[in-house]
């Protein structure tokens, strides 16, 4: 039986707590007064989503939801820093946009992107080594690493594919797919054949090729969810064409005209974009048609809205070289396969800095710990400067340099928060 085939899913990552500082003395024999020596902590692994192109489902996602990165190794004497936590690699396929599951809003489109950093690690303690001052030679403490990140997030698989075959179930749309490309989908004459989308490759001409999608039968209500259109209509988001196949034979008792406005409407249903973008309308199996008055009628129908038409028959191999050589025509002036921008904008994290924190202060050094300041600095990415002025804005917000001023720091001095040094300045 069929794997089926899985294209959204719902994670949980986590990214590798950063190793804690160790606290040690350097002892050797004949050498007195050695000092401290104790290494600073690993960093967490981070989360790393990559592309494979191997894959083309998220069935890998089906059954295992949570991902946790490695944490960082604690620090050592003798200087001995903590080994580095490995990075978790999640792999998907490409096309794959990653959402924020709370906002929804786009993280990273996985489609150019090779390797995305999802969470960065925590930074790992420093070690006494650190903390050794004129007065204060033997620090006793080292600081702990910084916790890992957790966030939760929609994996959504959009393919890339260049055009999308689009229709009723059981209107010949697998059928042109094998006859146009090498794919080899099922193909069979009962509903629903189709039950993931299917790709092909077409080669029209020597430098001519574009990739053409099979998606599953839309029907009436798909775009509110009915049947298996709603589940894939996002496939054809990315597609720059759309190849309408229409069943003009009557051999099903169906209105060709009827079909053809159903489709249109489930497309701008679910996508006033997607119902606008340039479509050719290919009427298949013509080899059996009962009723040529159908045909016609069809046709003056389509033209009367500007839209071209394509007698075919998939079955027959009638009409489908003429219908790519169009296809891959139109193609030549249409923009690229869409990749979607980020629109996902980082949020401060909740932190309630009222908690007092624990100051020392030793020859012109000034060292700051709380638990409220290690979560916050877990959440501050230090490369980005509006992080920092972020940062720096919490913590005046905090009173924390009002404190410092009150207990006498000086310009000049250093203030130490766990793994980061700065030069107070008023």
Same mark, same amino acid.
């Given at each position: ?23 040690? @003395? ?165 509903? @629903? ?104 009628? @069809? ?67 000034? @060292? ?59």
């Amino acid at each position: 039986m069929a794997a089926a085939f899985v294209d959204t899913a719902r994670i949980t990552v986590r990214s590798g707590a950063g190793g804690n500082g160790a606290v040690s @003395f350097h002892r050797e024999k004949y050498v007195a007064a050695g000092g401290p020596d104790g290494g600073d902590g690993g960093r967490g692994g981070d989360i790393v989503v990559r592309i494979d192109d191997h894959m083309s489902t998220l069935m890998d996602f089906r059954y295992k939801r949570k991902y946790t990165a490695e944490n960082g190794g604690n620090g050592q004497g003798k200087r001995c820093s903590g080994k580095d936590g490995a990075p978790l690699v999640i792999k998907v396929p490409r096309g794959t946009v990653i959402r924020d599951a709370d906002t929804n809003e786009i993280i990273c489109d996985m489609s150019q992107t090779e390797s995305f950093v999802l969470c960065r690690g925590g930074n790992g303690g420093w070690g006494n080594k650190h903390f050794a001052t004129p007065t204060r030679q033997v620090p006793n403490f080292a600081k702990a690493g910084l916790p890992g990140r957790t966030r939760e997030v929609v994996l959504e698989l959009k393919l890339l594919a260049d055009v999308g075959l689009v229709g009723f179930p059981n209107v010949g749309k697998s059928t042109l797919l094998s006859v146009v490309t090498k794919a080899n989908p099922k193909i069979a004459n009962y509903h @629903f054949t189709t039950l993931w989308p299917n790709l092909g490759v077409v080669f029209v001409d020597e430098g001519a090729s574009f990739v053409l999608a099979d998606i599953p039968g839309i029907i009436e209500g798909a775009a509110e969810g009915a049947g298996l259109g709603h589940d894939f209509l996002r496939h054809v988001d990315r597609c720059r064409l759309l190849i309408h196949v229409v069943d003009v034979s009557g051999s099903e008792g169906r209105d060709p005209i009827a079909d053809f406005e159903a489709i249109n409407a489930e497309l701008a249903e679910y996508s006033p974009e997607l119902a606008a973008r340039p479509m050719i309308v290919a009427a298949n199996k013509v080899d059996i048609l009962a009723d040529q008055s159908l045909l016609d009628k @069809f046709r003056a129908h389509v033209e009367g809205k500007g839209y071209e038409l394509f007698e075919i028959s998939a079955a027959a191999h009638q009409g489908t070289r003429e219908l790519m050589a169009h296809t891959a025509r139109l193609l030549g002036d249409l923009p690229p396969v869409t990749v979607y921008e980020p629109t996902y904008v980082e949020r401060p994290p909740e932190v309630d800095t009222s908690a007092p924190l624990q100051i020392e202060h030793e020859d012109g050094r000034w @060292f700051v710990d709380g638990p409220w300041l290690q979560r916050l600095m877990a959440n501050v990415n230090f490369g980005d400067y509006e992080s920092r002025s972020w940062f720096d804005k919490k913590l005046r917000e905090s009173g924390l340099f009002d404190t410092l001023e009150e207990m006498g720091i000086q310009d000049g001095d250093t203030v130490c928060l766990y793994n980061l040094e700065f030069e107070y300045q008023r």
